[in-house]
């Protein structure tokens, strides 16, 4: 059984950063891109951040040079280092494993985060 656990979230003022990390578990995780999502009240959801099996990370404009994504292979953890956090960053982030070659595709639960003064 394959499961995404996200944890970090919180509270924190504008200006300030958290660190967002996920375990996976009941998969082979390396074979895995690892992203990012969120989902702020109202709106769609936004892919954040993408950690590829092979190497390598994107971003979406709304986060770069703020966010960094890291995958740690051995311990099957991806995490989301955030910094100089905004009000517009507020939201509900999930963590989402995907495998191309099987189109098989988790999710966590989600871990909110709030960025209010």
């Known amino acids: 059984q394959v499961q995404l656990v996200e944890s970090g979230g919180g509270l924190v003022q504008p200006g300030g950063s958290l660190r967002l990390s996920c375990a996976a578990s009941?998969?082979?995780?390396?074979?895995?891109?690892m992203r990012w999502y969120r989902q702020a009240p109202g709106k769609g959801r936004e892919l954040v951040a993408t950690s590829y099996s092979g190497g390598g990370a994107t971003y979406a404009d709304s986060v770069k040079d703020r966010f960094t994504i890291s995958r740690d292979n051995a311990k099957n953890t991806v995490s989301l280092q955030m910094n100089s956090l905004k009000f517009e960053d507020t939201a509900v982030y999930s963590c989402?494993?995907?495998?191309?070659?099987?189109?098989?595709?988790?999710w966590g639960q989600g871990t909110q985060v709030t960025v209010s003064s």
């Open positions: 989402n494993a995907y495998r191309a070659s099987s189109g098989w595709n988790y």
């Open positions: 009941g998969l082979i995780f390396n074979y895995y891109t």
